[in-house]
C-alpha cells in the first residue's frame, strides 16, 4: 500500500462577476414586472406579491457579496433571468470540460507534473451537462491522459468524495496519480427568479492532483484519511433529469431548478457535519484543536461559522476557517476546494488541515491532511 498526497490543485475562475447590487436590481425589476402583470389576481388576494430583494438581505442571509458566472447577461435581463449559454456542435469540445481542462492544466503546473505522470480523471460535480458520453471520458482524451476517467455526482460533496475515490486507487496501486476535476456551472441550475435563493449560486471549476506522496513534490499534503457519510433527505432537492419529458414535466417548473428548506437545512447538517469531523479526527487521534486549519464548504458563512464553533469551542478567525463564499458565492462541490487552494501556504511541515464539504443527499466528506 502507498502512501498518499494531495500534490497540487488548480482553479478555473470565470470571466463574468455579478455584484449583489446587480442581482438585486435585476430581480427587484422582475419583481415589478410581474407583480403589475398579475395585479389583478393579488388585488384579490389570490396571489402573494413577490418582495423586492436587497443587499442586506443577501449579505446577512448567508456572507456572499458576489460570484463569478458563465455569461452574465441573461441572469440581469429582467424578463429572462438565467444565462445565455451557447449550444455546441457535437464536434467541439463541451463547455464544462473546457473549463476541467484549464482547472486541470493549472493543478498540473502547480506540482511541475504533465499529463504522462497520470492514469485516470474523476469529474465530479454537482450537475453534469449531459448524461453521456462522461464529461470525464472527454477532459481525460483533451488533456492527453492515458487512463481511465469516469462521473460521479454527490451534489456539493461530490470533490471530497472524489478525492476519497481517487486516494483508494493510488494507495492500492492501481494508479500512479489522479485528477479529480469539478466543474461546477450552476448558473443554470439556479432558480434566479426566487429571492430566497436567487443570489446563492456562482460559477468555477477546480481541480486535485492525488499521487503517491514518494512521488509528490515537497510541501505536499498527505492524506491521512478521508471519511464520507450519507443520508437521505428531500431537503435540498433538483428534479430536473432525463425522464421529465417522459412525465411531461415543464422545464419552468419550480422544482425542475436547485430549491431547498433552508432552516432546515442548517439545523439538521451544522451539528452532523460537526460531529463528523470530530469523529474523523478522533480515529486518528486527534482533537478539533489540534487542527491548524479547516477548509470548509462554502454554502452559507452562517453555517461554516457555527460548525467552527461546535468543534473548536469559540468563535473561529479567517485562521481557523478561512472564507471564500463572499467573492465566489456558494460554487457546489468546488467551494472547500478553492479555500484550501487560496490557504495553504502558511499551513507548517507537520501541520494538521481538514477538508470538509456537506451538502444534498445529505453527504458529508472529510479528508484529513498533514503537510508534508
Not at 85 to 92: S, T
Not at 243 to 271: A, I, N, T, W
Not at 325 to 354: C, K, M, P, W, Y
Request: charged share 20%; glycine share 8%; proline share 4%.
Amino acid at each position: 500500500m502507498h502512501r498518499v498526497a494531495i500534490s497540487s490543485t488548480g482553479l478555473f475562475i470565470p470571466p463574468h462577476t455579478i455584484s449583489n447590487q446587480e442581482l438585486v436590481t435585476a430581480f427587484n425589476q422582475f419583481a415589478d414586472l410581474e407583480n403589475s402583470r398579475h395585479a389583478a389576481e393579488i388585488s384579490a388576494g389570490q396571489r402573494q406579491p413577490i418582495q423586492p430583494s436587497s443587499v442586506e438581505f443577501i449579505e446577512k442571509a448567508s456572507g456572499i457579496k458576489r460570484r463569478y458566472v458563465m455569461e452574465k447577461s441573461g441572469v440581469l435581463d429582467p424578463q429572462r433571468m438565467y444565462p445565455r449559454l451557447q449550444a455546441r456542435p457535437d464536434h467541439e469540445l463541451s463547455l464544462m470540460a473546457e473549463i476541467g481542462v484549464a482547472a486541470a492544466r493549472d493543478a498540473l503546473s502547480g506540482a511541475d507534473k504533465t499529463v504522462a505522470d497520470v492514469d485516470g480523471l474523476i469529474c465530479a460535480a454537482a450537475n453534469m451537462q449531459r448524461a453521456y458520453p462522461a464529461m470525464a471520458v472527454e477532459i481525460q482524451t483533451a488533456l492527453g491522459i492515458k487512463g481511465f476517467g469516469f462521473d460521479m455526482n454527490v451534489a456539493c460533496s461530490s470533490a471530497t468524495f472524489g478525492i476519497d475515490m481517487a486516494v483508494n486507487a493510488v494507495r492500492t496501486g492501481s494508479a500512479r496519480a489522479i485528477l479529480v476535476v469539478n466543474p461546477e456551472i450552476t448558473s443554470p441550475h439556479l432558480a434566479w427568479r426566487d429571492r430566497d435563493c436567487h443570489f446563492i449560486f456562482g460559477d468555477v471549476c477546480t481541480a486535485t492532483l492525488v499521487e503517491r506522496l514518494d512521488n509528490a513534490p515537497a510541501g505536499a499534503f498527505e492524506v491521512l484519511g478521508t471519511r464520507l457519510l450519507t443520508t437521505f433527505s428531500n431537503n435540498i432537492r433538483n428534479n430536473a433529469g432525463f425522464m421529465s419529458r417522459s412525465e411531461g414535466r415543464h422545464p419552468e417548473d419550480r422544482d425542475q431548478l436547485f430549491y431547498q428548506e433552508g432552516r432546515k437545512v442548517f439545523k439538521e447538517v451544522c451539528p452532523m457535519a460537526a460531529e463528523h469531523i470530530s469523529s474523523h479526527l478522533a480515529e486518528h487521534g486527534l482533537s478539533p484543536n489540534d487542527v491548524r486549519r479547516y477548509w470548509l464548504h462554502q454554502a452559507n458563512l452562517g453555517m461554516n461559522q457555527l460548525i467552527a464553533r461546535k468543534l473548536l469551542g469559540r468563535d473561529a478567525s479567517a485562521e481557523d476557517a478561512p472564507v471564500i463564499l463572499d467573492e465566489f458565492g456558494n460554487t457546489a462541490s468546488a467551494g472547500s476546494i478553492i479555500a484550501f487552494h487560496r490557504h495553504r501556504a502558511d499551513i507548517q511541515a507537520g501541520e494538521f488541515g481538514v477538508v470538509c464539504s456537506f451538502g444534498a443527499g445529505y453527504s458529508i466528506g472529510s479528508v484529513l491532511l498533514r503537510r508534508s
